[in-house]
């Protein structure tokens, strides 16, 4: 440890530099002062030591008599702040020949004078500090010095040492330990400029804690230690934690080792596997009996060769996070003598390499206080006092759970549990408002629109189109028909087609039947076709008469029931039976997407989830009537159905597109495309009429939403079939790309991989609940049972939420950022890392369309990338 606070010292003269400032009240105290610091550094050899580098390394020189004078300068006229600062800037280099000096400050004006005494922190530790302030006042009062026993015994222990022990022992310790970086677990902040040091007084008072430490048969340290281990866990979504630890190494079998001056810490892992079912009071008393063998014998070792026995990971990349528990010696005080400020570095009690660092130490008034340091290129201030406030709360709840009944022991699944401030933070964010569906089914919204304005341009196509009543009543024909070959509630019909007028007609005559509509595109290969229409079921077909015979060699072995604008007109309007009334609970509609296995997944769309999605959108996205929708996306995607009902549920028209041809975008007010889509659209102001476009089904670049969102109103939308769409967001020019808020009625939550929820900011799956959710897969029980799953946070207890698989976050903003899938997920040089994550972030950059990352060679990241010039 001493050769790294050097190495610091010698960039940095600053770095490691420790300051002790003393107020004297009266004059005659100066000369007893500065006769005892001469005193002080003739009586201990680690005051008089020097260091010195050459070829064959850095070596500590300690001279065979004591030096004839110390150092101890006399300033005047200048403010101890001043002084403090001059002193600081000073520093040490190893050319020095002394790390020790004392200045003494007084003014003409004032009978006070300071000392202030510099030392370098390679000479001594923290534990050092009270035992030399005690010699100190003792030898002001001209008192005899209790013999202590040299440094040079410790280091006479250390290099006894047994080294291939030491190293059996770091390698069995750190097996297959992944490393622990709290930071690249939360969302990162921006170069923050609010740095200082956070501090706080704990809620558990140190007697408390004493006596369940004493209950327990562990220390109080081992109990703050463990509070903060387990915080990490929460933050890096892990059970198996490392976490650095600053270790006094009081206890080693040195002779009185308590009482020698010197640096005898040393900085270590802690490792830490909580597992859910055990009991608290066995994982402490493992983890106290551990660290108790490391410091006896082990926690000599150097950071740097410890990191190289665990696997090979680098020193700055086992952990991230530095935990240090002060509790010093007691000092002698002196009367005349004021400490004013007993322990300051240039770099606080850490270094500031790692992303946030503990400082906790027991108070004079029995309270625990802890102090926190962070990095802000790594964490924001905010983070950083949330990671301190849950560090806070999960104190509390160890000791509520130590302290609970013995015969019933509280587990580790008891820490898992956020604060009230990040649970509430976490409900106001995950819970959609609640909204009442203003209809029973999907189709009801439409059948009023026709009503109330019949002669009302529902759809349009290729110059043709239909008003809402006649589209109405052309569904009605088909409805009728329908009815007769027995299709009814439970029913899926196959509605299978390419863009026509016939289109919208075969989808609403499906709906007032109560069947479910399953749209396909006439131009699928035949084996998908008829893959699909068996696997659903399917025992009737909806097609265009044009395309009849085109439809009956595909052989489905299904009705046909052919649909020719202005063919049929219904005698009556169709009026449903019984059997043919459904409910917001049956499906509305059938969407297959890509399975894993090669086969495509069927997922059913209920009424009350597809009625959700298509008011919440027309709400958020201000439709009104006679607005002109384009309905662009392919007639087989989910979102397809959203363009369709959204658009006649508000009195819109709905103009289809023909394939190929983007001359209709320059008539119509809205838009839904995949990202990819937009871009090949040209330039914003192309299209003067376009006022809303939504984008879905890709994660979309930063360039792409910033030339778009200065023209019209740009929506983000995400949602996976099986739920789907669950969130939009608004974005302007100069807004991130997320995902935003859940709609109305739908839940989203951020999970580890046990299903619980993680603090704010912490990458993990996302889950969504609520109305959204479809029942499960067609056919596919086991993948049903995997995906969706019990939503424990459903104040009902009934519903299911599903796994999403993608990786998201909770900003501080409330709204959700998603980062990539988890099956993307590889392993470099012991980090987890997400390369869609890495892809995302590419992408954000203003100057990049599209991003891919591969790993290569096992240990490194390559990212490629099409730029947004080309």
């Not at 079912?277 to 070792?301: G, W």
């Not at 007032?512 to 008829?530: E, N, T, Y």
């Not at 394939?659 to 320059?666: G, L, P, V």
Request: proline content about 6%; aromatic content about 8%.
């Amino acid at each position: 440890m001493q050769a790294g606070m050097l190495a610091a010292t010698s960039a940095n003269p600053s770095a490691y530099t420790l300051q002790i400032t003393l107020k004297l009240t009266d004059r005659a105290s100066q000369s007893a002062l500065e006769r005892a610091f001469q005193r002080l550094v003739t009586e201990h050899t680690i005051l008089q030591t020097t260091f010195a580098s050459c070829p064959h390394g850095l070596f500590q020189i300690v001279p065979w008599s004591p030096p004839a004078e110390v150092a101890i300068s006399h300033v005047s006229n200048v403010s101890i702040h001043d002084l403090l600062k001059t002193d600081l800037a000073r520093g040490f280099t190893l050319d020095d020949p002394s790390f020790v000096r004392l200045a003494m400050l007084s003014s003409p004006q004032s009978l006070e004078v300071y000392g202030v005494l510099t030392i370098h922190h390679a000479l001594i530790d923290g534990w050092s500090i009270n035992s030399l302030l005690s010699d100190l006042m003792d030898l002001m009062d001209q008192l005899p010095l209790a013999p202590r026993p040299p440094f040079r015994s410790v280091v006479d222990y250390m290099e006894n040492q047994d080294a291939v022990a030491t190293r059996a022992f770091w390698q069995a310790y750190l097996a297959n330990v992944v490393p622990t970086p709290i930071s690249s677990h939360v969302s990162p902040g921006l170069n923050d400029v609010h740095s200082a040091p956070l501090s706080m007084l704990h809620s558990v008072s140190l007697a408390q804690l004493t006596r369940l430490a004493s209950q327990t048969g562990v220390s109080v340290s081992e109990l703050a230690k463990f509070a903060w281990a387990a915080t990490v866990r929460k933050f890096s979504r892990q059970n198996d934690v490392v976490i650095g630890q600053v270790m006094a190494n009081r206890g080693i079998p040195v002779q009185e080792a308590d009482r020698i001056l010197g640096p005898l810490l040393s900085t270590v892992p802690c490792r830490v596997t909580f597992v859910d079912e055990s009991p608290l009071v066995k994982l402490l008393q493992h983890m106290q009996a551990v660290n108790h063998a490391m410091s006896a014998s082990f926690s000599h070792a150097s950071l740097v060769d410890v990191a190289k026995w665990s696997d090979g990971i680098r020193p700055d990349q086992l952990f991230d996070t530095m935990f240090a528990f002060q509790q010093w010696p007691p000092r002698r005080l002196r009367a005349g003598v004021e400490v004013i400020e007993s322990w300051k570095d240039s770099q606080g009690q850490f270094t500031q390499n790692y992303a946030f660092e503990l400082l906790v130490e027991p108070t004079s008034h029995g309270a625990l206080s802890t102090t926190a340091t962070f990095a802000p290129e790594k964490l924001s201030h905010a983070q950083a006092r949330e990671i301190l406030h849950e560090y806070d709360h999960t104190l509390t709840q160890l000791c509520a759970g130590l302290a609970a009944d013995a015969s019933q022991p509280t587990t580790a699944l008891a820490l898992w549990t956020l604060s009230p401030a990040q649970t509430e933070l976490i409900h106001a964010s995950s819970f959609g408002p609640d909204m009442e569906l203003p209809f029973e089914l999907l189709h009801h919204a439409f059948e009023v629109r026709a009503k109330e304005f019949p002669d009302a341009r529902a759809v349009e196509f290729e110059g043709q189109w239909l008003s809402y009543g006649e589209l109405n009543a052309q569904a009605d024909a088909v409805a009728c028909e329908l009815a007769e070959l027995g299709v009814c509630v439970g029913s899926r019909v196959a509605v299978i087609m390419d863009r026509s007028l016939e289109f919208p007609i075969g989808l609403l005559a499906t709906l007032k039947v109560g069947a479910a509509i399953m749209a396909l595109d006439v131009s699928f290969p035949v084996a998908r076709l008829s893959f699909i229409v068996s696997d659903a079921n399917v025992l009737t077909v909806v097609t265009a008469s044009r395309l009849l015979e085109r439809v009956r060699d595909m052989h489905l072995g299904t009705h046909v029931v052919d649909v020719a604008v202005g063919s049929k007109q219904p005698t009556t309007t169709f009026t449903p039976s019984p059997q043919h009334v459904a409910t917001r609970n049956d499906e509305a509609f059938i969407v297959y997407t890509s399975g894993s296995t090669g086969k495509p997944k069927g997922v059913p769309v209920l009424h009350c989830s597809a009625l959700n999605t298509v008011f919440d959108w027309n709400v958020q996205a201000e439709m009104t009537e006679g607005m002109r929708v384009l309905q662009f996306m392919a007639i087989g995607f989910d979102v397809c159905q959203m363009e369709v009902w959204a658009t006649l549920s508000c009195g819109s028209c709905l103009v289809l597109r023909s394939d190929n041809d983007f001359e209709a975008m320059s008539s119509v007010n809205v838009l839904m495309c995949t990202p990819t889509g937009l871009g090949h659209l040209g330039c914003p102001t192309q299209y003067p009429n376009l006022q809303i476009v939504m984008v879905c089904g890709e994660v979309c670049p930063n360039k792409l939403k910033k030339d778009w969102s200065a023209h019209v109103k740009f929506i983000n939308v995400y949602g996976p079939s099986e739920c789907y769409v669950t969130h939009l967001a608004h974005l302007g020019p100069h807004d991130s790309v997320t995902i935003g808020r859940p709609i109305a009625n739908v839940r989203c939550y951020i999970l580890d991989q046990n299903q619980r929820q993680v603090p704010q900011g912490v990458v993990g799956e996302i889950y969504l609940g609520g109305i959204g959710v479809s029942p499960g897969y067609i056919n596919l029980p086991l993948q049903t049972i995997e995906r969706f799953v019990a939503d424990p946070f459903d104040p009902a207890k009934a519903r299911k939420m599903y796994r999403t698989g993608d990786l998201g976050r909770l900003l501080s903003n409330g709204r959700f950022d998603i980062l990539g899938r988890m099956d993307s997920q590889v392993k470099v040089k012991g980090y987890r890392i997400e390369l869609d994550e890495v892809a995302n972030a590419m992408m954000q950059h203003v100057g990049v369309v599209s991003a891919a990352v591969i790993v290569k060679d096992k240990t490194h990241l390559v990212g490629y990338f099409t730029p947004a010039s080309v």
